[in-house]
């Protein structure tokens, strides 16, 4: 089955999933990194994980790509279980699965130009040698850089033009869905919003979704259809993202909001009383109980 074979349903679904560690030394005990965390992607969304450092969420993403073992649960994507595919699989997979790493200075071959990496996905799918280095130019065209960024090398970009370059190149395939594993946390403030408007102008023309992984909630906040969100391995609230954003049930969701910085003093300031007003009632709430 294939993802175009999902229209009504979900496109990636995510049931009870746990991920553990080997312990440090020979008798520590393993160590659990996702504890039965549940989701879903629709066709055509973005579902913004979001959480703290640790919290497991980069974990979850290399799951579902099969980068890590899974102990336990599923991974279904487009109707199909993937959680133990093979490598050969994998491979095929590829097509509909792609992934944007965090870190553009170590996630392009320094030693390949840019034509060449964005052709390699092609040439292992079996595309022939010209029609792979005719679309080169259609995918740099994609992500606003010039013809001769072909012939270069990742060194000469800076950062969010090598950005640009891992979003060419996982859109290489035309794939159904993308993890975008913290994508701009290694930006300045300008560049992550110029590389955030390219997301979404590219899901405004393909349909593609996105896993959109993130520590900053005002990211998701601005790329995100929906929104996850994840302590310790395990998925604390879910909903809309205005619902979450706007009115967060959780502590843990509050918290990540009065983190995520505002331009405007006296807007954190009033931010900051509603939800330990929120709290409060909250907690008073729960003692009343």
Request: aromatic share 4%; glycine share 8%; proline share 5%.
């Amino acid at each position: 089955m294939t993802t175009d074979d999902v229209t009504d349903g979900n496109l990636l679904e995510v049931a009870d999933l746990r991920v553990s560690f080997p312990g440090r030394g020979w008798r520590a005990p393993a160590a659990d990194v996702l504890n039965g965390v549940s989701l879903a992607v629709r066709p055509g969304e973005t579902l913004g994980l979001v959480g703290g450092s640790g919290s497991g969420k980069t974990t979850l993403g290399r799951a579902i790509l099969g980068l890590v073992p899974v102990r336990s649960g599923t991974v279904t994507f487009a109707g199909e279980r993937i959680e133990r595919a093979t490598a050969r699989r994998r491979r095929e997979l590829s097509r509909d699965l792609q992934v944007v790493f965090q870190d553009p200075y170590t996630s392009l071959n320094p030693s390949l130009t840019i034509g060449d990496t964005l052709a390699e996905p092609l040439l292992a799918q079996g595309v022939p040698a010209a029609e792979a280095r005719r679309r080169v130019g259609g995918l740099l065209d994609r992500v606003r850089l010039p013809p001769d960024a072909a012939e270069r090398l990742p060194r000469e970009f800076s950062g969010g033009q090598r950005q640009r370059v891992a979003i060419a190149r996982a859109l290489a395939l035309d794939p159904k869905l993308i993890v975008c594993d913290e994508p701009v946390s290694a930006l300045d403030l300008t560049t992550q919003r110029t590389v955030l408007d390219l997301f979404l102008e590219i899901q405004e023309r393909t349909g593609v979704s996105y896993l959109f992984v993130s520590h900053d909630l005002a990211v998701i906040r601005f790329v995100s259809h929906r929104v996850a969100v994840l302590r310790r391995g395990a998925i604390v609230e879910t909903g809309d993202t205005a619902e979450v954003t706007e009115r967060p049930a959780h502590s843990y969701t509050r918290s990540l909001m009065l983190a995520a910085p505002v331009a405007d003093v006296a807007r954190q300031r009033d931010r900051r009383e509603a939800f330990e007003r929120s709290a409060y009632r909250e907690n008073s709430s729960a003692e009343r109980k």
